[in-house]
Every structure is written in structure tokens, then in C-alpha cells.
């Protein structure tokens, strides 16, 4: 259930009047899916990144790098982009009105339920709390323009048959969600109109490079593919040792089908990821001890495919232990996103951790779970943590024949027996001409298994073939040979897998704000953002009580040592009064107030306020500055400050 007193518009209200972020081209009527970060948001998101950097970069020794956004076509059709990333839509029949498919199933579903739940409680003259449905979601979900949700009693095979449908609703293929439309009689929300079958819209926006458009691109849908790419470059660099971690920051584009969520789903967006390369023999973790006590909420596919979303709560040593989750590394970097979350003000209430159902998990990867953010839309992914084994590193070498690998020399030398193919270059090179280098390369790329079929074949039928492109080239014995040798390895070739948390910023940011967002007293008009200090886009605001000049000279002085200690400051002299200013700063989110008044120009001393208990201590300028950047940098915490000045209440002043 969600928050019966929170109300979605009022935080959006503030969002807006803070300038946090803003629909872009808003002039021009702006566009969906697409907005502007104003100084607020860019402090916050700012802060946001460089914890990130500092929690995963600068702790793991990863190699950070920056890869261009414009990525050639070829690139992404071998990743498997061009073909398979892509949702499914629908079409209102009549008004062209266009829905993803799997969200509207959803909102629709929700809405009935939520009138289920609402008849129910009006035949039992009870009051029923709000669902975690967005209101604007199930208003157009439903048939009757002005109420939230149709109130109608369900039989228990519909409500049960729709739980079960939402627990599963995203291991459904495109076929399968149109049944589901067809056989729960699901229309276009607004109008009632039928719906056309999903169809497959794949979510990259394309372009060509240079002049002639020969060249086709696309903007990148992830970071990822710049890291695989790099690879060699990356292994290299770190001297060829094992395991490593590259990380990248930036900007990521879909072109999503119908965002209506805010920042949730927009079609620009930052992303941070981390592409962390493993020997697919051993996946521990040199520093799993360090998490494996932390608990997580967790939702495993076995308990979604039973149509329940019961949490299990357990440690991640017992996870992996159990083998609900796959690996040590990846239980690993459960661990670390959750530090990550908790550390910027994710409440762990509501965090949980979803493991992917098989249909839901791309083909190649062998466990993958999502940490989802609770919010007012409900459960939303804002992490992707996916082990995506050597699928990636595996494709781009095929097509490009670089040797993407690890070359490790063996302690012990090893002795091996294997299958070895020899190329008679004399007939060879003149049977295929122009074509023998990349059916040389196909045949050099083959593993045991496909040198295996391709001997079976030439001793049962003296002939054999391989596809090079789509094109089949016949190979004899006059061509190829393959025996089985036994030779000593001293080295070991492998690709390694790779372990991948994906984050999108803007969706742990707007969740962020939900769950910072309070009201003092519970007073309709009193604001309170409680960002962590380390998060918030301002750590101090500095407060002249009045335009008297006489503060004039010491505000500037106090700002300039706040500069100097690298404490990022607002400095609020408007000539409200100090209660409303110090209001004003509560709705931005800064933790921490320094009021310059006349007795600081008589013996040196301020006050320094603490947003959420509104509690000051008055001290010498020194001290008060020390203690604030201390506390900005949380290497103390307001409690112990308090222990040691005497703090007073700061109410009166609040409402002078
Ligand atoms: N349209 C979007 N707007 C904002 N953030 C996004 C969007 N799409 C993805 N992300 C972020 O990028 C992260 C990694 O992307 P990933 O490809 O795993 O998402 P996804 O599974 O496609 O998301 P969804 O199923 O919600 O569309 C997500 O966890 C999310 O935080």
C-alpha cells in the first residue's frame, strides 16, 4: 500500500517552484520523455555522481572511461540491439492512440483491482486505502472520466487471475500480452476503443554519420557496448590481471513508447555503469566477507512465478549460500548497491531486490536482479544487475576477429587433448579467393564442438561446409585437416564473464526526492526535504538576519572561508523574514542554516540550525565552521554535535 496522505501534484509543485527539473521545450509545448535539470536538480544529480564515483570507482580501483554516445550500426546489431531491443505497443483502432503494451495490461489490471478492493469496502461500510497506482494512470484506465477507478465487486477468479498476471507481468512475450488483452476484454483507457495486437518498436533512436548517410548510427541505448569494446585496451592497462571493472557515466537515449512517468521514464537519461570482468571458473569475490551480513528484501523468480510477491528477507552469505542468487560477485555487488542507495537516502523499507523469470532474462545472461525503488508509481526498477557471462566480449570478437580473451600462465603446466585444424594454404587460398581469409577466420573461431561436427562429417561423407555471413562454403580433406593431439599447455585462454550493475540516475533521483519529502507539522505549506548531507544539493545556507549594512562585510567573509573549505553554500539575504527563509531552504533541501545576527558583529559567534530537528547552537565562527564541514562530509553526525554544544530550539525563530 502506499501513502494514503502523500500526494504526488503537491511534491510536483515543489519540484517545479525549487526548479529541480522542468519538462524541456516547455515554450514549445515540450516533448514527452524529455527534461531539464535546473540548478537544484543539477546539484543533487551532481552529488549523486560523485558518491557513486567515490562509492564504486575510487573504493574498487575501476577503470573509468567516457565512450561516444553516436555508436555505428554495425556495433549494435552484433550486440543484438538492432533486433531485439525493443518493446511491444498497441494502437486504439479507432483514434491511433498508442499505449506500451505491458503498461496499460498493468495500469488497467491495478484499476480493477483497486475497485475490487473499493466495492467491497463500501458493502462492508469500511474505507479502503489508496492503491500505489498513479492516479493519472488509472483515471485514463478506466471508463468513467472523473473518478479514479471503476467500482466493481470481482469474482475471485478475475481478482486471483489478474494478481497472478501482475506478479508475471514482465516475462510475457508480445503474442502472450495480446491474449491477455483479448481474453480480459482490455480496451484503449480513455476512449473504449479495441485494441490492435503488440507489435514489436524497437527503442533506438537511429541517425547516419557523416555527409553521404551511408554510415547509419544509432544513440547509444546503454554504455555498456563503449566498455566491451575497450576491452583489450582495459586489460592491458591493468597489466593483464583479473578480475577488473570498467565504469562509465553519461548519457543514454530510448525512445521510449509513451513515457508518462516524470523522470521515470524519459527518453534521455543518465546512466552509470559497471562492466565487472570475471574468470567464468571462478566468480568469488576477494571482498564478499565485507557484505555478506547485510539482509536484503528479496523477491526470487520461483516465488513471481507462482503469481506472489511475498519479500524474503536474508543475508546475502545465505543468498548465495543457498544459491538463490548465483554468484559471490554478484551477491556482491547486491551488497554494494545497497550500501550505495541507503548511503544517498533510500529508505531500505523500500528497496527490495527482484531476481528476473527465465522469459524476462536476455538469453545469454545466467541470473539477473533488478533493485527496485517503492514510490507512488509503485515498484520500480532503478538498478539492473545482471550476470551477462561472455555473450558480449564473445559476439563483438566473431564479427570483428579480435582476440577479446585472457591469457594466463598456468602454475602447473597442463596436458591437454584436443582437436587441432590445419589449413592446406596451397589449395585453400585458390578455391576461395577474395573469401578465404574470413572462411579461414570462421574455421580458427570455431569451438571443440564445431571442429568436433565438422570432423564427424568429413570422415562420414568426405566433405563438410561452414557459413561464413549467410553464405556456405564446401570444405574437403584437400582443404583442412583435423586431428586430435595431446599437447602441454603453459598457458590458459578464456573469455571472461561479465557482471554488470546498471544504474539510471534520474530514476534513483526523483525516488530520492519521494522518499526526502515530508511536511513540518504537517502543516500543508512547510516543506521538508531531508537529504542526507552528502546528497544535498547545498550543504549550508548563509542567513544575514536583516539588509542591515552591518552584515554586510561579515557575510562575505563567512563566505569566502565556506568557499574555502569547499562547503557549497546559498547565501539566502532576500528580505523575508528569517522564519520564512529558513521555510524556503527546508524546501531545498539544505541541511544545515548559519545565521549571521547582531551579536555575531559584537563577539564573533552564529548559529547554526539543523533542517530536520530545527534544534541551533551558537558558537564561535571557527568552531562552527569546522563542525559543518565535519558534518557536510558526514565524518559526524548532528547528534553527537549536540552532545557536545548546548543546542536550543530554533521554533520561535522559525515563526518570527
Ligand atoms: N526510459 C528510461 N528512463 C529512465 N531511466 C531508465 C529508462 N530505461 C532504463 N532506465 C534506467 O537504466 C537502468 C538499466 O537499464 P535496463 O536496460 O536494465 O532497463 P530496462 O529493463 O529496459 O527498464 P524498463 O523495463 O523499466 O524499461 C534501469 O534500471 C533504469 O534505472
Same mark, same amino acid.
Given at each position: 500500500m502506499s501513502d494514503p496522505t502523500f500526494n504526488r501534484s503537491q511534491l510536483e509543485q515543489l519540484i517545479s517552484r525549487r526548479f529541480f527539473y522542468a519538462p524541456a521545450f516547455a515554450i514549445y509545448g515540450g516533448v514527452a520523455g524529455l527534461y531539464d535539470y535546473g540548478p537544484t536538480g543539477c546539484a543533487l544529480m551532481n552529488n549523486i555522481v560523485q558518491l557513486w564515483r567515490n562509492h564504486f570507482v575510487l573504493e574498487e580501483e575501476m577503470l573509468e572511461v567516457d565512450t561516444t554516445v553516436m555508436t555505428p550500426a554495425e556495433v549494435l546489431k552484433t550486440s543484438g540491439h538492432v533486433e531485439k531491443f525493443s518493446d511491444w505497443m498497441c494502437k486504439d483502432t479507432k483514434n491511433g492512440e498508442i499505449f506500451r503494451a505491458d503498461h496499460l495490461i498493468e495500469a488497467v489490471l491495478e484499476a480493477r483491482l483497486q475497485g475490487d478492493k473499493e466495492a467491497k469496502a463500501a458493502a462492508a461500510g469500511t474505507q479502503v486505502e489508496a492503491t500505489v497506482t498513479d492516479p493519472a494512470t488509472a483515471k485514463k484506465a478506466t471508463k468513467k472520466k472523473k473518478s479514479k477507478v471503476v467500482v466493481v465487486e470481482l469474482k475471485p477468479e478475475e481478482k486471483e487471475a489478474y494478481e497472478e498476471i501482475l506478479a508475471k507481468i514482465d516475462n510475457y512475450s508480445g503474442p502472450e500480452l495480446g491474449e491477455i488483452i483479448q481474453k480480459w476484454g482490455i480496451k484503449s483507457p480513455e476512449a473504449g476503443n479495441d485494441l490492435t495486437p503488440p507489435q514489436e518498436f524497437n527503442l533506438m533512436f537511429d541517425s547516419s554519420i557523416g555527409p553521404t548517410g551511408h554510415l547509419k548510427g544509432y544513440l547509444r541505448?546503454?554504455?555498456?557496448?563503449?566498455?566491451?569494446? #575497450?576491452?583489450? $585496451?582495459?586489460?592491458?592497462? #591493468?597489466?593483464? $590481471?583479473?578480475?577488473?571493472?570498467?565504469a562509465s557515466i553519461g548519457r543514454s537515449f530510448r525512445n521510449e513508447i509513451s513515457p508518462r512517468s516524470g523522470l521515470l521514464r524519459v527518453r534521455e537519461f543518465t546512466m552509470a555503469e559497471i562492466e565487472h570482468f570475471v574468470d567464468p571458473d571462478n566468480k568469488d569475490h576477494p571482498r564478499f566477507d565485507e557484505v555478506k551480513d547485510i539482509k536484503l528484501n528479496l523477491l526470487p523468480a520461483s516465488v513471481q512465478l507462482e503469481g506472489k510477491?511475498?519479500?524474503t528477507v536474508m543475508t546475502i552469505g545465505d543468498a548465495v549460500a543457498q544459491g538463490v542468487v548465483d554468484n559471490k560477485t554478484l551477491g556482491y555487488f547486491l551488497g554494494r548497491i545497497y550500501l550505495f542507495l541507503t548511503k544517498i537516502g533510500i529508505k531500505t523499507d523500500k528497496l527490495r531486490f527482484r531476481q528476473h523469470m527465465s522469459n524476462e532474462m536476455a538469453h545469454y545472461a545466467c541470473d539477473c536482479w533488478d533493485a527496485e525503488i517503492r514510490s507512488s508509481y509503485g515498484w520500480i526498477e532503478c538498478v539492473g544487475c545482471a550476470d551477462r557471462s561472455a555473450y558480449d566480449l564473445t559476439v563483438h570478437s566473431k564479427k570483428t576477429k579480435e582476440k577479446l580473451v585472457v591469457r594466463e600462465q598456468l602454475d602447473e603446466p597442463k596436458v591437454v587433448n584436443k582437436l587441432q585444424l590445419e589449413v592446406n594454404k596451397k589449395v585453400f587460398g585458390p578455391k576461395f579467393k577474395k573469401t578465404a581469409k574470413a572462411v579461414e577466420e570462421a574455421l580458427i573461431a570455431l569451438s571443440e564442438e564445431g571442429l568436433q561436427k565438422l570432423k564427424d562429417e568429413l570422415e562420414s561423407?568426405?566433405?563438410t561446409s561452414i557459413n561464413v555471413e549467410g553464405q556456405d562454403y564446401e570444405l574437403t580433406k584437400n582443404e583442412i585437416s583435423i586431428e586430435r593431439v595431446t599437447v602441454t599447455e603453459h598457458i590458459r585462454e578464456y573469455t571472461p564473464n561479465v557482471i554488470e550493475p546498471s544504474f539510471g540516475l534520474g530514476r534513483i533521483l526523483y525516488s530520492l526526492l519521494e522518499h526526502a519529502w515530508w511536511k513540518r507539522d504537517n502543516d500543508e505549506d512547510r516543506n521538508v526535504l531531508s537529504f542526507p548531507a552528502v546528497v544535498a544539493p547545498y550543504k549550508c545556507c548563509l542567513l544575514p538576519l536583516s539588509g542591515n549594512a552591518v552584515f554586510a562585510p561579515v557575510a562575505r567573509d563567512l563566505s569566502h572561508q565556506l568557499r574555502a573549505k569547499n562547503i557549497s553554500t546559498r547565501t539566502d539575504d532576500s528580505k523575508a523574514s528569517i522564519g520564512r527563509r529558513y521555510a524556503r531552504n527546508d524546501e531545498l533541501g539544505i541541511p544545515f542554516s548559519i545565521t549571521i545576527d547582531f551579536q555575531t558583529v559584537e563577539d564573533g559567534t552564529v548559529t547554526l540550525r539543523e533542517r530536520d530537528s530545527t534544534k541551533q547552537i551558537r558558537e564561535k565562527t571557527e568552531v562552527i565552521l569546522q563542525v559543518l564541514k565535519e558534518l557536510s562530509e558526514e565524518t559526524t553526525t548532528w547528534e553527537k554535535v549536540v552532545e557536545t554544544y548546548p543546542a536550543f530550539n530554533a521554533k520561535e525563530a522559525d515563526e518570527e
Amino acid at each position: 500500500m502506499s501513502d494514503p496522505t502523500f500526494n504526488r501534484s503537491q511534491l510536483e509543485q515543489l519540484i517545479s517552484r525549487r526548479f529541480f527539473y522542468a519538462p524541456a521545450f516547455a515554450i514549445y509545448g515540450g516533448v514527452a520523455g524529455l527534461y531539464d535539470y535546473g540548478p537544484t536538480g543539477c546539484a543533487l544529480m551532481n552529488n549523486i555522481v560523485q558518491l557513486w564515483r567515490n562509492h564504486f570507482v575510487l573504493e574498487e580501483e575501476m577503470l573509468e572511461v567516457d565512450t561516444t554516445v553516436m555508436t555505428p550500426a554495425e556495433v549494435l546489431k552484433t550486440s543484438g540491439h538492432v533486433e531485439k531491443f525493443s518493446d511491444w505497443m498497441c494502437k486504439d483502432t479507432k483514434n491511433g492512440e498508442i499505449f506500451r503494451a505491458d503498461h496499460l495490461i498493468e495500469a488497467v489490471l491495478e484499476a480493477r483491482l483497486q475497485g475490487d478492493k473499493e466495492a467491497k469496502a463500501a458493502a462492508a461500510g469500511t474505507q479502503v486505502e489508496a492503491t500505489v497506482t498513479d492516479p493519472a494512470t488509472a483515471k485514463k484506465a478506466t471508463k468513467k472520466k472523473k473518478s479514479k477507478v471503476v467500482v466493481v465487486e470481482l469474482k475471485p477468479e478475475e481478482k486471483e487471475a489478474y494478481e497472478e498476471i501482475l506478479a508475471k507481468i514482465d516475462n510475457y512475450s508480445g503474442p502472450e500480452l495480446g491474449e491477455i488483452i483479448q481474453k480480459w476484454g482490455i480496451k484503449s483507457p480513455e476512449a473504449g476503443n479495441d485494441l490492435t495486437p503488440p507489435q514489436e518498436f524497437n527503442l533506438m533512436f537511429d541517425s547516419s554519420i557523416g555527409p553521404t548517410g551511408h554510415l547509419k548510427g544509432y544513440l547509444r541505448p546503454e554504455t555498456a557496448q563503449g566498455q566491451f569494446l #575497450n576491452f583489450k $585496451k582495459l586489460l592491458e592497462f #591493468n597489466n593483464d $590481471k583479473m578480475p577488473f571493472a570498467s565504469a562509465s557515466i553519461g548519457r543514454s537515449f530510448r525512445n521510449e513508447i509513451s513515457p508518462r512517468s516524470g523522470l521515470l521514464r524519459v527518453r534521455e537519461f543518465t546512466m552509470a555503469e559497471i562492466e565487472h570482468f570475471v574468470d567464468p571458473d571462478n566468480k568469488d569475490h576477494p571482498r564478499f566477507d565485507e557484505v555478506k551480513d547485510i539482509k536484503l528484501n528479496l523477491l526470487p523468480a520461483s516465488v513471481q512465478l507462482e503469481g506472489k510477491t511475498d519479500i524474503t528477507v536474508m543475508t546475502i552469505g545465505d543468498a548465495v549460500a543457498q544459491g538463490v542468487v548465483d554468484n559471490k560477485t554478484l551477491g556482491y555487488f547486491l551488497g554494494r548497491i545497497y550500501l550505495f542507495l541507503t548511503k544517498i537516502g533510500i529508505k531500505t523499507d523500500k528497496l527490495r531486490f527482484r531476481q528476473h523469470m527465465s522469459n524476462e532474462m536476455a538469453h545469454y545472461a545466467c541470473d539477473c536482479w533488478d533493485a527496485e525503488i517503492r514510490s507512488s508509481y509503485g515498484w520500480i526498477e532503478c538498478v539492473g544487475c545482471a550476470d551477462r557471462s561472455a555473450y558480449d566480449l564473445t559476439v563483438h570478437s566473431k564479427k570483428t576477429k579480435e582476440k577479446l580473451v585472457v591469457r594466463e600462465q598456468l602454475d602447473e603446466p597442463k596436458v591437454v587433448n584436443k582437436l587441432q585444424l590445419e589449413v592446406n594454404k596451397k589449395v585453400f587460398g585458390p578455391k576461395f579467393k577474395k573469401t578465404a581469409k574470413a572462411v579461414e577466420e570462421a574455421l580458427i573461431a570455431l569451438s571443440e564442438e564445431g571442429l568436433q561436427k565438422l570432423k564427424d562429417e568429413l570422415e562420414s561423407s568426405e566433405k563438410t561446409s561452414i557459413n561464413v555471413e549467410g553464405q556456405d562454403y564446401e570444405l574437403t580433406k584437400n582443404e583442412i585437416s583435423i586431428e586430435r593431439v595431446t599437447v602441454t599447455e603453459h598457458i590458459r585462454e578464456y573469455t571472461p564473464n561479465v557482471i554488470e550493475p546498471s544504474f539510471g540516475l534520474g530514476r534513483i533521483l526523483y525516488s530520492l526526492l519521494e522518499h526526502a519529502w515530508w511536511k513540518r507539522d504537517n502543516d500543508e505549506d512547510r516543506n521538508v526535504l531531508s537529504f542526507p548531507a552528502v546528497v544535498a544539493p547545498y550543504k549550508c545556507c548563509l542567513l544575514p538576519l536583516s539588509g542591515n549594512a552591518v552584515f554586510a562585510p561579515v557575510a562575505r567573509d563567512l563566505s569566502h572561508q565556506l568557499r574555502a573549505k569547499n562547503i557549497s553554500t546559498r547565501t539566502d539575504d532576500s528580505k523575508a523574514s528569517i522564519g520564512r527563509r529558513y521555510a524556503r531552504n527546508d524546501e531545498l533541501g539544505i541541511p544545515f542554516s548559519i545565521t549571521i545576527d547582531f551579536q555575531t558583529v559584537e563577539d564573533g559567534t552564529v548559529t547554526l540550525r539543523e533542517r530536520d530537528s530545527t534544534k541551533q547552537i551558537r558558537e564561535k565562527t571557527e568552531v562552527i565552521l569546522q563542525v559543518l564541514k565535519e558534518l557536510s562530509e558526514e565524518t559526524t553526525t548532528w547528534e553527537k554535535v549536540v552532545e557536545t554544544y548546548p543546542a536550543f530550539n530554533a521554533k520561535e525563530a522559525d515563526e518570527e
